[in-house]
């Protein structure tokens, strides 16, 4: 059962990269940067923090990994929205830095055709991603399927294999 708090996403907007399914993922690209995490949440020993601010510094270490705020309480409290996202990424993606955006496979969207316009790999997993949400006894699944759109150039037959098994 879908919880019903997670289809009105306008009242949270920092939901929480599961560890098992990052951790999948990090075991084959060794992620150096959690882009957008709190020192409570973050996957990586190297982070940056919404005080830090995404938008005013370079992604490095790279790869990062990317798991964006979004929903309306975020635009309406920063006015940030995906798109933004997605330009800053491309941004960073152009002076060779690296990584993958986890995002809601909204194929049908200005953003997501824009984030996957300029991308090297579109992983979409066999199922729907449960959000951690530390207010909850349980993860939080929303109503749309995830992705990974992933801004690594070279990634080796090995690599890419251990992507598809994900």
């Known amino acids: 059962m879908v919880n019903q708090d997670f289809l009105s996403s306008s009242k949270k907007w920092d939901w929480e990269t599961p560890i098992k ?3 999948k993922l990090d075991d084959i690209i060794h992620f150096k940067l959690d882009v957008a995490a709190t020192k409570d949440n973050t996957k990586c020993e190297n982070y940056i923090t919404p005080e830090r601010d995404a938008f005013k510094v370079d992604w490095t270490p790279s790869p990062w990994f990317l798991n964006p705020p979004w929903g309306n309480e975020y635009t309406k409290s920063t006015g940030l929205d995906l798109m933004n996202w997605g ?3 491309k941004e960073q993606v152009s002076k060779d830095n690296e990584g993958v955006l986890l995002c809601g496979a909204r194929t049908d969207t200005k953003w997501w055709q824009y984030c996957a316009g300029f991308s090297n790999y ?3 997993p066999n199922r729907r991603i449960a959000f951690e ?3 909850r006894d349980k993860p939080s699944q ?3 399927p995830s992705c ?3 801004y690594i150039k070279h990634l080796n037959e090995l ?3 251990g992507l598809r098994n994900i």
């Open 122 to 124: 579109i992983l979409f």
């Open 21 to 23: 399914d990052f951790k």
């Open 87 to 89: 330009i800053r990424i």
């Open 142 to 144: 929303p109503t749309f």
């Open 148 to 150: 990974y759109i992933i």
């Open 159 to 161: 690599q890419i294999n």
């Open 133 to 135: 949400d530390k207010t």
